[in-house]
């Protein structure tokens, strides 16, 4: 009973690495650029939404709802994650990509460095949490069994990264921006030569998958506590779970996140210290069978764009 | 009033001139024919009128307006299609998206899905297929299509008929002759001199760079093309 438990817990787990790696696989899918400064861009969100709940007294306007503050926080958030992606984009990916694919790679991390230390000085070293912020539903849960439960924010988690993929598979495969999101992905020199402006559609994805990591970070901060370095777990987790699922598969995100949480979540069963190793070994195995063909879809992907 | 007038352009790659002071220009409704060898710069010289290429001299009017700095994309609002050499289409995209795209970005007018397909009736049954699974003929109509989907006023055609069937190249023919009849303004790249002659109102053959031989199409022979396109009567002259 205690397996299957870890399994489900594994598997409620894996739907917070799939949010945390939306922005990151979006990112990748579109403009094949590896956003290093992915983690600490979601740490940043935490963080603005502490100053934000500061500033702002919301959970004490609120009164018995100031639970609610940190969701309706997201409303200033998000947006202002959006505006720092579009301007990342402009700024400093633009202006990489220019140079090569392995220069956006060292300019994301020099960004991750300067936005981790930023971080330090402006809020300390301290641990924050927001968990705090929305009260009972921080560790509130649904009993299964007698020996099975559920944590609502959890299953809120994972059905914000359900809803989130569902909603971005959508906007890419049945709307007009995701068809053009899609063409300039494909043929970024050629959809100049049907109206696209490719810069443009780069900011907007840029936008988009900044805000997500901008979501991520806010639920990692309502489900655990964090600090100005917490990014860089984030991002590795976040890589671990793009790989493990299919690089540019938005479906295969929240499979490989639920891969990852219940290897995870096995090995600590195993072992006390196993819950890293488990993952981290999963992750290298796949990734090896995935380089030498044994799971087809990373090798179908590169020989496609091999034989384009 | 002429709807292009290009004015001794020179457009390079890298240190090599591609084009070199090129000045032509084009009434609205005729269709010009680009000849001329492998290396003339006819590709480079379509690519820096559609704004996909940078020229280093000289300027490019398109209806009275100057358009040379202005970028491709914008100047597919103003008019300018290019289908590329080699087709270029969003191979992962059914053949309804590759043009659906490009009708949302374009300029507004006759040009839609409906008249895209009674233009290419052949591309009717293969909507929902991947553009990268289409047979050449077929991707040919479809990068045709998609550039029609923008509306054009000047259409530049950059090899269609390259890699293709006899019969797949009749096709794609037979459906450019509506469209000039149409009244659109086209400039095709063309290696088939018979086919370019067949179609085309104006010739103009490409020589290392430069224009070396202009005019309607009726007037010129096929010998003093051929001398042009081999540069055989600059050889004749004193070194």
């Known amino acids: 009973m205690n397996f299957i438990n870890q399994v489900i817990q594994g598997a409620m787990l894996g739907g917070f690495y799939a949010l945390s790696a939306c922005g990151l696989s979006f990112l990748f899918g579109v403009m094949r650029i590896i956003n290093l400064a992915h983690g600490s861009l979601a740490i940043l969100a935490a963080f603005l939404m502490v100053s934000l709940l500061n500033a702002s007294n919301l959970s004490n306007i609120l009164g018995d709802y100031g639970y609610l503050a940190p969701f309706i926080g997201l409303l200033v958030i998000l947006p202002v994650m959006a505006l720092i992606g579009w301007a990342l984009q402009y700024l400093v990916l633009d202006r990489s990509l220019r140079a090569g694919p392995l220069i956006p790679v060292l300019s994301t991390f020099g960004v991750s460095i300067i936005l981790d230390n930023g971080m ?166 796949i990734l090896i069978f995935r380089t030498f063909g044994v799971l087809p879809k990373l090798s179908a992907l590169t020989s496609r764009r091999a034989a384009a | 009033m002429s709807i292009l007038s290009v004015e001794t352009l020179e457009s390079r790659h890298g240190l090599l001139v591609a084009v070199r002071g090129v000045s032509l ?121 998609r550039a029609l989907m923008t509306n054009p006023r000047l259409l530049l055609l950059d090899e269609v008929s390259l890699g293709l069937s006899p019969l797949a190249v009749d096709q794609v023919y037979d459906s450019l002759r509506g469209l000039m009849s149409g009244g659109t303004t086209i400039i095709l790249v063309e290696q088939d001199l018979a086919r370019a002659l067949s179609v085309a109102t104006r010739i103009a053959c490409m020589l290392e760079g430069a224009v070396v031989l202009e005019g309607a199409a009726a007037r010129l022979s096929r010998d003093d093309i051929t001398q042009a396109y081999f540069g055989l009567n600059r050889a004749a002259e004193p070194a």
Not at chain 1, 131 to 139: F, K, Q, T
Not at chain 2, 127 to 144: E, F, H, V, Y
């Open chain 2, 25 to 145: 220009s084009l009434n609205e409704g005729e269709t010009l024919a680009l000849v001329g060898a492998n290396g003339a710069g006819k590709t480079t010289l379509l690519r820096s009128i559609a704004g996909a290429h940078k020229p280093v001299r000289g300027r490019i009017m398109f209806d009275g307006q100057d358009v040379t700095a202005m970028p491709a994309h914008r100047r597919v609002g103003l008019g300018i299609a290019l289908v590329p050499e080699g087709r270029r289409l969003f191979a992962g995209m059914t053949v309804e998206e590759n043009l659906r795209v490009a009708g949302a970005h374009g300029r507004k007018g006759v040009w839609n899905l409906d008249a895209v397909l009674a233009a290419f009736p052949q591309l009717k049954p293969k909507l929902k297929a991947r553009a990268g699974d289409l047979s050449g003929g077929q991707q040919q109509a479809t990068a045709i299509g």
């Open chain 1, 120 to 285: 330090f000085e402006a809020y300390g070293a301290n641990s924050q949490s927001l968990g705090p912020a929305i009260g009972d539903l921080a560790y509130n849960s649904w009993s299964l069994t007698d020996t099975l439960t559920i944590g609502q924010l959890d299953a809120l988690i994972f059905a914000t990264a359900v809803i989130v993929l569902c909603g971005m598979q959508w906007l890419l495969a049945k709307t007009a921006i995701g068809r053009t999101i899609r063409a300039t992905a494909e043929e970024p020199g050629v959809v100049e030569l049907i109206g696209i402006n490719p810069r443009l559609v780069f900011a907007v994805c840029a936008a988009i998958a900044v805000a997500l990591t901008g979501l991520a970070g806010v639920a990692l901060a309502m489900r655990t506590s964090f600090d100005p370095y917490a990014g860089g777990p984030l991002l590795i987790f976040a890589f671990e779970t793009v790989v493990i699922g299919g690089i540019g598969s938005l479906w295969g995100t929240l499979i490989g996140g639920i891969v990852l949480g219940v290897a995870q979540n096995i090995g600590a069963e195993i072992s006390p210290g196993g819950f890293l190793i488990a993952g981290h070994l999963t992750f290298l195995v």
